[in-house]
T-cell receptor, first 112, second 114 residues
Framework: AQTVTQSQPEMSVQEAETVTLSCTYD???????LFWYKQPPSRQMILVIR??????QNATENRFSVNFQKAAKSFSLKISDSQLGDAAMYFC?????????FGQGTRLTINP | GAGVSQTPSNKVTEKGKYVELRCDPI?????LYWYRQSLGQGPEFLIY????????DSGLPNDRFFAVRPEGSVSTLKIQRTERGDSAVYLC????????????FGPGTRLTVL
């Protein structure tokens, strides 16, 4: 079974600085997708970024980028120029067989 | 609609009662998913519909849980004889066709079993 591990229960960063959230996963599949979702107190899971495993190029979305290391099964999220609105729970997720497997989450705090 | 909607937003019930949670997916999305998120945890998969049929119900914890999607749009998650351990946020997601598509989530229903 696939598993996803986020080893940082909490992280904090100064506004305008850069922060990196870690994620590792375990799978025997070669074709899969990886995601980072953001969950603010409103509970709604919001897609931050998506990576296809067959693509070597790291995905980027504005201030958000990933470092995807397929051999190491690592998928970290970098947030540049952190903003107060980035404060939330962040979940790393693996998709296989049409269902998502989530990590435990990292609570990100932005210090003004 | 513009996004996935779920009703009710919050539901409080007593142990042993029956509850129904509703999910309205994004219009045109054929794939629909239910997840359960316990306090301080990541969401856990419950069931996946492709159209009207349950393509994968391997995450349902026991036979007290059941879900339907009779017309391939709205889905209802039904929980019989609720237990305190069923207290959680129940999240619904939909995607255009399933495989390789991004899942878009609703705001969830917080279920509290007293």
């Amino acid at each position: 079974a696939q598993t996803v591990t986020q080893s940082q229960p909490e992280m904090s960063v100064q506004e305008a600085e850069t922060v990196t959230l870690s994620c590792t996963y375990d799978t025997s599949e070669s074709d899969y997708y990886l995601f980072w979702y953001k969950q603010p107190p409103s509970r709604q899971m919001i897609l931050v970024i998506r990576q296809e495993a067959y693509k070597q190029q790291n995905a980027t979305e504005n201030r958000f980028s990933v470092n995807f290391q397929k051999a190491a099964k690592s998928f970290s999220l970098k947030i540049s120029d952190s903003q107060l609105g980035d404060a939330a729970m962040y979940f790393c997720a693996y998709e296989g067989a049409q269902k998502l497997v989530f990590g435990q989450g990292t609570r990100l705090t932005i210090n003004p | 609609g513009a996004g996935v909607s779920q009703t009710p937003s919050n539901k409080v019930t007593e142990k042993g009662k029956y509850v129904e949670l509703r999910c309205d997916p994004i219009s045109g999305h054929t794939a629909l998913y239910w997840y359960r998120q316990s306090l301080g945890q990541g969401p856990e998969f419950l069931i996946y519909f492709q159209g009207t049929g349950a393509a994968d119900d391997s995450g349902l914890p026991n036979d007290r849980f059941f879900a339907v999607r009779p017309e391939g749009s709205v889905s209802t998650l039904k929980i019989q004889r609720t237990e305190r351990g069923d207290s959680a946020v129940y999240l619904c997601a939909s995607s255009p066709s399933g495989h390789t598509d991004t899942q878009y989530f609703g705001p969830g229903t917080r279920l509290t079993v007293l």
